[in-house]
């Protein structure tokens, strides 16, 4: 069979893809300390389970499973979103600024796409990520190919075993076409692998360049502000003219409903409705009902602070007591502070293997995680740091975070230097 160049983006395993199948085929026994997957919380799950009780009860369920909506989303979901968002960040957004989608990953294939590849005139421009390392999922997203201007960090370590990385914004003057090459400039906040917030000052400063470049700021609150809200020191939701912004109720607990939300100028609101309607006619009800009953019944803010936020807050601290305390000390690496979502990322200096190749390893030791090279696009690949990360996530339960981490620290001693 032939295929066009579109599919063949699919006859290789992408980054996502071999992640994908790994998460959905693990081997009986391992630790599975690879996957997005937000954790069981009891709590949570019983107001789902409350919601949908209260619409099939009601009689609710036949528009939900029985209508197709407007392809922007339910106008009431809209309208509240509209409401919460603006209290949260203290600017007047109206329901024509939001649109909904099937997944925010849905929502950044539109995004990325919108503002990257052929602009006419022989104009292609790119995806900036003013930071690296960042979420692999957008790596396979653009059409077309080369699609990345990334930005190295900078790295500052910090005490024995901790370190941080944070915008260069010397690039911002060194790489000096970076105006006319990029389409649009893209960061998650908090950072799927590295769980890094990059500061309110850092991201005032991303929007004044993509200002100065007239090119909209992506950014994607997956794990972030308001909800699930899985930011672990003190922050805020800013929104400033010339911002997209994505969100999702996967990681509250809902990653099978794929809703998605984005916040931004009506009239790539309206663009991205279009785009949705002629790909996927509308977006799924079931999470769009569920969240309209959940922002209406005002649960969602104490769900979040009270109870999500301490949970994974708990977590991240058990899984680095684990590493401190029970890794031999010949094994040099570093924790990237965790300041939000569900991962620890983490940096190993004196590897004799690169982490890809001991991937395989960790896999037959019963542990999976995801190697860090992944997680770099467009970066350098001779960059040996690429190749010296992981992430791991702590949503499993207590034991078999603590099984996995010895195992990986097992790994890493018989490969260290
Ligand atoms: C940073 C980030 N953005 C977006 C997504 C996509 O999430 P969803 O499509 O489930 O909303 C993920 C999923 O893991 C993610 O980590």
Redesign the pocket.
């Known amino acids: 069979m032939q295929y066009s160049n579109f599919g063949q983006k699919f006859l290789r395993q992408t980054g996502i893809g071999q992640l994908m199948d790994d998460l959905g085929n693990p081997s009986p026994g391992s630790c599975l300390l690879g996957g997005?997957n937000p954790a069981h919380i009891p709590e949570v799950a019983e107001v789902w389970k409350e919601i949908l009780s209260k619409q099939i009860e009601s009689g609710g369920i036949e528009r939900i499973l029985g209508s197709y909506e407007s392809p922007s989303g339910v106008l009431e979901l809209r309208e509240i979103l509209a409401e919460i968002l603006s209290k949260e960040s203290g600017t007047k957004i109206s329901f024509d600024e939001i649109a909904i989608t099937n997944?925010?990953?849905?929502a950044?294939y539109f995004l990325l796409n919108f503002f990257s590849g052929n602009f006419g005139n022989q104009k292609d421009k790119k995806i900036l990520f003013p930071i690296l390392p960042e979420?692999i999922?957008y790596t396979d997203q653009t059409l077309e190919g080369d699609s990345f201007l990334s930005f190295l960090p900078e790295i500052k370590e910090i005490g024995d075993r901790s370190y941080k990385y944070f915008i260069a914004k010397d690039k911002f003057d060194s790489v000096k076409n970076w105006k006319q090459e990029a389409g649009c400039i893209c960061i998650?906040r908090p950072t799927?692998p590295t769980g890094n917030v990059i500061t309110d000052e850092e991201l005032e400063f991303l929007i004044s360049k993509a200002t100065e470049a007239d090119i909209p700021l992506l950014v994607?609150n997956?794990?972030g502000l308001p909800f699930p809200g899985l930011v672990f020191g003190k922050s805020r939701l800013i929104h400033k003219p010339g911002m997209i912004q994505?969100f999702?109720?996967?990681k509250l607990g809902l990653?099978g409903v794929?809703t998605?939300i984005v916040l931004g100028d009506s009239h790539t609101i309206e663009m991205l409705q279009r785009a949705n309607s002629v790909i996927n006619l509308t977006s799924a009800n079931p999470g769009q009902f569920i969240a309209l009953e959940f922002f209406r019944s005002k649960k969602w803010k104490d769900l979040c602070e009270k109870v999500i936020l301490p949970f994974y807050k708990r977590k991240s601290l058990f899984a680095q007591d684990v590493i401190r305390n029970r890794w031999s000390y010949s094994i040099d690496y570093r924790i990237h502070q965790s300041e939000g979502a569900f991962f620890l990322w983490i940096w190993v200096k004196n590897l004799t293997l690169p982490v890809g190749e001991l991937y395989p390893i960790f896999k037959e030791s019963g542990v999976i995680i995801v190697p860090g090279k992944t997680f770099f696009p467009g970066a350098d690949p001779s960059w040996k740091h690429r190749e010296e990360c992981f992430r791991l996530s702590f949503v499993r339960e207590d034991k078999e975070i603590e099984e996995g981490i010895l195992r990986i620290g097992r790994v890493l001693e018989k490969f260290s230097k």
Do not use: V
């Open positions: 997005g997944g925010s990953q849905n950044f979420y999922g998650s799927n994607d997956a794990y994505g999702s109720l996967s990653p794929r998605g």
